[in-house]
């Protein structure tokens, strides 16, 4: 099974950035999607930004677009998310999954449709 690994949260002010990592092991496919999630306390998941496996292809969510930014590095086995302009609302767990792909420029979505997920990363924005 793939194990994914998060890294990057912490406490940043309003306006600020964090950089957040996905390291990826034991990956038994050739291809994958990346998403990344995220959970407030009392919230329901929501997502964020996902890529597809050729890096060319990303979506926002609209809460994010324009302040954060989806990357891949497939030799090292890593998705980063930059996030910048950060907004107390931005605070919560953020999560990376991945699935297997068919297609190099699939992005995937929805998260039902994800089958491996990290153990999340604290990201909290003071005001």
């Known amino acids: 099974q793939v194990q994914l690994v998060e890294s990057g949260g912490g406490l940043v002010q309003a306006g600020g950035s964090l950089r957040l990592s996905c390291a990826t092991s034991?990956?038994?496919?050739?291809?994958?999607?990346t998403g990344w999630f995220r959970q407030a306390p009392g919230k329901e998941r929501e997502f964020v930004a996902a890529?597809?496996?050729?890096?060319?292809?990303?979506y926002y969510a609209d809460s994010v677009k324009g302040r954060f930014t989806i990357s891949r590095d497939n030799a090292k086995n890593t998705v980063l998310l930059q996030m910048n302009s950060l907004k107390p609302e931005d605070t919560a767990v953020y999560y990376c999954?991945?699935?297997?792909?068919?297609?190099?420029?699939?992005?995937?979505?929805?998260?039902?449709?994800?089958?491996?997920w990290g153990q999340g990363t604290q990201v909290t924005v003071s005001s």
């Open positions: 999954a991945y699935e297997a792909v068919v297609y190099s420029s699939y992005v995937g979505r929805g998260a039902e449709e994800y089958e491996y």
């Open positions: 034991g990956r038994t496919f050739s291809s994958y999607t």
């Open positions: 890529i597809s496996w050729s890096g060319d292809y990303t």
